[in-house]
């Protein structure tokens, strides 16, 4: 199982979380990667845990102010990008654009969606994987996998008919081992979360149970 940690916009100590990470990963086998702010790239990646950012721009070098350019999150020790998150949605064409550019640094790729719909379009697209997030339960401690099986079942299948080289990971609501092996048991290749481990009074801790049915 793979298990991304979106930080997102927490107020949380990006390195603190990725050491802790990056240990729990090495100790039990288990990969582990977080997604930090982009300002925090190089910090992150320097603790030696596998580093992913958030979002990259549909954009190559050149006039694009605010941009994340793939190259500098590259530059910065990025190997993989997340894209399309429910709360970065992108159009179609970006989208894809954006993708070509994660490609151009041979960056790993996951693109969310909401349903199984939206994943097997997002399957078409190309990327190494796709996560299938409900909107209505990020950050809400819910987990999809328990919440609305049927929702990772269907997407697994959808993503299957399309590619059956994309993973599907599941989002929303994961914080705990059961979690994880619910979406394991449901055909997740991986899971997406954030506020179980960002928001936890102790990471580490939040990071060992999450891990420790597949370790
Ligand atoms: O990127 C992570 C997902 O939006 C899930 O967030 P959550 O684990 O806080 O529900």
């Given at each position: 199982?793979f ?96 993708l ?8 790993e790729t996951i693109v969310c969606a909401?349903?199984p719909?939206q994943i097997a379009a997002a399957a078409a697209l190309g990327p190494d994987a796709v996560a299938v ?22 997407a697994v299948d959808a993503a299957a008919a399309v590619d059956a080289s994309v993973d599907v990971l ?17 055909g997740a290749e991986g ?25």
């Open positions: 199982m298990v991304l940690v979106n930080l997102k916009a927490y107020p949380c100590d990006p390195v603190a979380v990725a050491t802790a990470a990056h240990e729990v990963s090495e100790s039990t086998g288990v990969r582990i990667a977080i997604a930090p702010q982009a300002a925090h790239l190089s910090a992150v990646a320097d603790t030696g845990v596998e580093t992913w950012v958030q979002h990259v721009s549909p954009v190559e070098h050149g006039s694009h102010t605010g941009s994340t350019l793939a190259e500098a999150a590259a530059d910065a020790g990025a190997v993989g990008a997340l894209l399309n998150h429910s709360e970065n949605r992108l159009k179609l064409a970006d989208l894809d654009a954006s070509d550019a994660a490609e151009r640094v041979d960056f909401n349903d719909d997030e409900p909107p209505e339960l990020i950050g809400t401690g819910t987990p999809v996998s328990k919440a609305d099986p049927d929702i990772v079942r269907d599941c989002g929303a609501g994961i914080s705990t081992g059961e979690d994880l092996a619910s979406a394991q048991d449901l899971v997406l979360l954030a506020s179980g481990v960002a928001k936890a009074d102790d990471p580490r801790a939040a990071l060992e149970d999450l891990v420790d049915p597949v370790a």
